[in-house]
Each structure stands twice: as structure tokens, then as C-alpha cells.
């Protein structure tokens, strides 16, 4: 009996070991403005601050499906996703001409966000 509690506790443990490994990190696809070999973290924390600086969640730019709650990331149905494109865009080009920002220097600091225009708000506020 005793090796029978030893073996059910050990099938136990090897269960939840696998069931609290991370799942695997599904690399993004349809990037048109990020690169596409864009790590996790960094794409999360891009991410986060679009929702900090506009004030938003991720359904303000991507598609969820109503019954499952999951987002289809890649798809580009909403236009404010390619509104965020654009404007991704624009403030790469302000902070490279006019600030001399180097992207490839990972201490670089843009100086104009979203932030500078939106202000937590969707549309900008001047």
C-alpha cells in the first residue's frame, strides 16, 4: 500500500511540474512595423504601454471572440490597429530626425510616445 501512495504522489507531482510550465511563446505573425523576431517581453511591454499611454485594452485594437474571450492578434479587421501602425510609425520618424534616436541602442530613450499626444485618452489631446 505504502508504494502505492509513493507512486499515485509522484504521478502527482509530475503532473502539475508539467502543468505549471509555461506554454510555449507562439511567435507573433502579420508584424508590419515590429520586427518579426520581437521577443515576449519586449512586444508585451510594447504593448502594455499602448494601453498605458492610450488609456485602452487589448479589444481597442484587437479582435476577441465574444464566446471564447480569446484575441486574434493577427488579424487586421480593426482599423485603429492600423491607425496604431501609422502612428507607430510617425513617432519613430520624429524621434530619429529630430532627436537622433538610435532603436539599436537598447539605453535610448524616445522622447515622443504616444504619450506626448494622447495623454491616457484613445484620440489625441492637445
Not at 502527482?12 to 520586427?35: H, Q, S, T, W
Not at 495623454?119 to 489631446?125: E, G, H, I, K, L
Amino acid at each position: 500500500m505504502k508504494k502505492i501512495n509513493v507512486l499515485g504522489m509522484l504521478v502527482l507531482c509530475f503532473i502539475i511540474g508539467i502543468a505549471a510550465m509555461e506554454a510555449p511563446y507562439d511567435k507573433p505573425r502579420n508584424l508590419k512595423v515590429l520586427p518579426k523576431n520581437i521577443s515576449e517581453k519586449a512586444l508585451d511591454s510594447i504593448m502594455d504601454k499602448f494601453n498605458a499611454d492610450l488609456g485602452v485594452q487589448c479589444n481597442f485594437c484587437h479582435k476577441q471572440d465574444k464566446k471564447t474571450l480569446e484575441f486574434d492578434y493577427a488579424t487586421d479587421v480593426k482599423g485603429e490597429k492600423g491607425i496604431a501602425r501609422k502612428m507607430m510609425i510617425m513617432t519613430n520618424e520624429i524621434n530619429k530626425k529630430y532627436f537622433n534616436f538610435n532603436a539599436a541602442d537598447k539605453n535610448a530613450v524616445q522622447a515622443v510616445t504616444c504619450f506626448t499626444c494622447h495623454r491616457n485618452q484613445p484620440t489625441a489631446s492637445f
